[in-house]
C-alpha cells in the first residue's frame, strides 16, 4: 500500500482526485554527460497523477482509477521506456528523464481526460524515481474545460 504526501497544487475546482500506481521499467539517457545514466538501469517509479474537475460522470466518477492505471501503468510497466515512441529521440523533450516521464503522463492523461463529457483537467503529475529524487510537473495553465 502506497502512503505518500505530495505537494499540492492550488486549483479552482470543487473535486480533486489523486490516483497513486508503481510503474517498474528500465531507461537510460543518450547522452555521454548523463553519467551512470546513459547506461541501461532501471526504477520502481511512484508516479500520483492529480485530476481535478466541477462535474462528475453519470456514474459519480470525476475519472474511473482503473482506467487512469490502464493508461498509464498498463502502457509503460516493465518495459524499456526507451522503446516507446515518446521517448526514442535525441530531442531533451523526449529523453526519458524524470521529468519528461512527468511531463508525458501528464500529456497522455490531459489527452484522455478531453475526449470526457464532464472535463476533468490534470492539474498535476508527481514521479518519483528513486527514494531521494522526485520530479512535479504541472501546467503553466490550467485551463478549466466546460
Known sequence: MLSQIYPQTDHPFSFELNKDMHVSAAHFIPREDAGACSRVHGHTYTINITIAGDELDESGFLVNFSTLK?????QYDHTLLNDHEEFSSNDRYAMPTTEVVA????DKVAAYLSTLANKPTCVQVFV???????????PKRVEING
Request: charge should be positive; include cysteine.
Open 70 to 74: 490502464k493508461l498509464i501503468h498498463g
Open 128 to 138: 518519483r524515481e528513486t527514494p531521494t529524487s522526485y520530479c512535479v510537473y504541472r
Open 103 to 106: 511531463k508525458t503522463v501528464h
